[in-house]
């Protein structure tokens, strides 16, 4: 049943860089909704039995196969006709047909930090291989290339979570949603 916004029956998809908090307040989002939560590097894990970091690691595989299944997992999860909450991993942006999906079946909505304050939330992720050992010199870099990816899918919506608290942020959203 739609809204009188029509949101009601779309996914709600959290973006944002890597230490944004999209699991955290994705979870949280989908508990006070009373909807089903996906995290998409979570489906890939389960529909490989690899985990992020072994896909990223495995010769031959690397990140070009990583992004091909984390395409596959996000059209997965958008095309289950029950609306869900889905935090998409922080690369689902870089590729253009995810973003128009994204676009046609989701409401969207931009985590947005800035890199310095994620950089100091990141450290010991394990499904992180990017980040390296510089992890803030490579969220600067990420940063100025996703910021207009994120605003493209985000059309407007974003909460800047630099400044919430996880459940503050889980209000900001709703608002932006309802
Ligand atoms: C990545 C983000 C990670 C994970 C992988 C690559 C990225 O997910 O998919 O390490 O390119 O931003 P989170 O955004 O959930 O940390």
């Given at each position: 049943?739609?809204?009188?916004?029509?949101?009601?029956?779309?996914?709600?998809?959290?973006?944002?860089?890597?230490?944004?908090?999209?699991t955290s307040?994705?979870?949280?989002?989908?508990?006070?909704?009373?909807?089903?939560?996906?995290?998409?590097?979570?489906?890939?894990?389960?529909?490989?039995?690899?985990?992020?970091?072994?896909?990223?690691?495995?010769?031959?595989?690397?990140?070009?196969?990583?992004?091909?299944?984390?395409?596959?997992?996000?059209?997965?999860?958008?095309?289950?006709?029950?609306?869900?909450?889905?935090?998409?991993?922080?690369?689902?942006?870089?590729?253009?047909?995810?973003?128009?999906?994204?676009?046609?079946?989701?409401?969207?909505?931009?985590?947005?930090?800035?890199?310095?304050?994620?950089?100091?939330?990141?450290?010991?992720?394990?499904?992180?291989?990017?980040?390296?050992?510089?992890?803030?010199?490579?969220l600067e870099?990420?940063?100025?290339?996703?910021?207009?990816?994120?605003?493209?899918?985000?059309?407007?919506?974003?909460?800047?979570?630099?400044?919430?608290?996880?459940?503050a942020a889980?209000?900001?959203?709703?608002?932006?949603?309802?």
């Amino acid at each position: 049943m739609a809204g009188p916004t029509g949101t009601e029956d779309r996914h709600i998809v959290l973006v944002g860089m890597m230490g944004s908090g999209k699991t955290s307040v994705g979870r949280q989002l989908a508990e006070r909704l009373g909807r089903p939560f996906l995290d998409s590097d979570a489906q890939v894990e389960a529909r490989t039995g690899s985990t992020v970091r072994e896909i990223f690691e495995t010769e031959g595989l690397g990140e070009a196969a990583f992004r091909v299944l984390e395409a596959e997992a996000l059209a997965h999860a958008l095309a289950d006709p029950v609306p869900s909450v889905i935090a998409a991993a922080g690369g689902v942006v870089l590729d253009s047909a995810n973003r128009a999906r994204l676009r046609a079946t989701a409401t969207v909505v931009w985590l947005r930090a800035e890199p310095a304050v994620l950089a100091t939330r990141v450290t010991g992720g394990v499904h992180r291989p990017l980040l390296g050992h510089d992890p803030r010199t490579v969220l600067e870099q990420m940063h100025r290339e996703r910021r207009a990816l994120y605003e493209e899918v985000a059309e407007g919506r974003q909460v800047d979570v630099g400044t919430h608290s996880v459940s503050a942020a889980v209000d900001a959203v709703l608002e932006l949603v309802a």
